[in-house]
């Protein structure tokens, strides 16, 4: 499998992103039983989880980003999504999509204040 993932970018604080992982070098049935998540790494900092999506759409999140970041799943498209939004200063990082025991390249996100 090959994830690739995009969406990042620079948005001021209070404001959206969506990133998106496409899973590809896969068919859709070996995709939908697995489970998904979007982690995260800022500059000398240890990668963090920032959420899961379990095959049965049940759904974790880091307490930095609950009510704020929703995770979802589109099956049919091979792909997970991470809607960021009310983004803070902190929310700067890398964020790196991970499925099947395989991550993907980061996404830089930088949220200026």
């Known amino acids: 499998v090959q994830l690739q993932a995009s969406g990042g970018g620079l948005v001021q604080a209070g404001g959206s992103l969506r990133l998106s992982c496409a899973a590809s070098?896969?068919?859709?049935?070996?995709?939908?039983?697995?489970?998904g998540a979007w982690y995260r790494q800022a500059p000398g900092k240890q990668r963090e989880l920032v959420a899961r999506?379990?095959?049965?759409?049940?759904?974790t999140y880091a307490d930095s980003v609950k009510g704020r970041f929703a995770i979802s799943r589109d099956n049919s498209r091979k792909r997970f999504l991470l809607q960021m939004n009310s983004l803070k200063p902190e929310d700067t990082a890398d964020y790196y999509c991970?499925?099947?025991?395989?991550w993907g390249q980061g996404t830089l996100v930088t949220v200026s204040s």
């Open positions: 991970f499925f099947a025991d395989t």
């Open positions: 070098r896969m068919i859709t049935s070996t995709f939908s039983p697995k489970a």
């Open positions: 999506i379990d095959s049965d759409r049940k759904t």
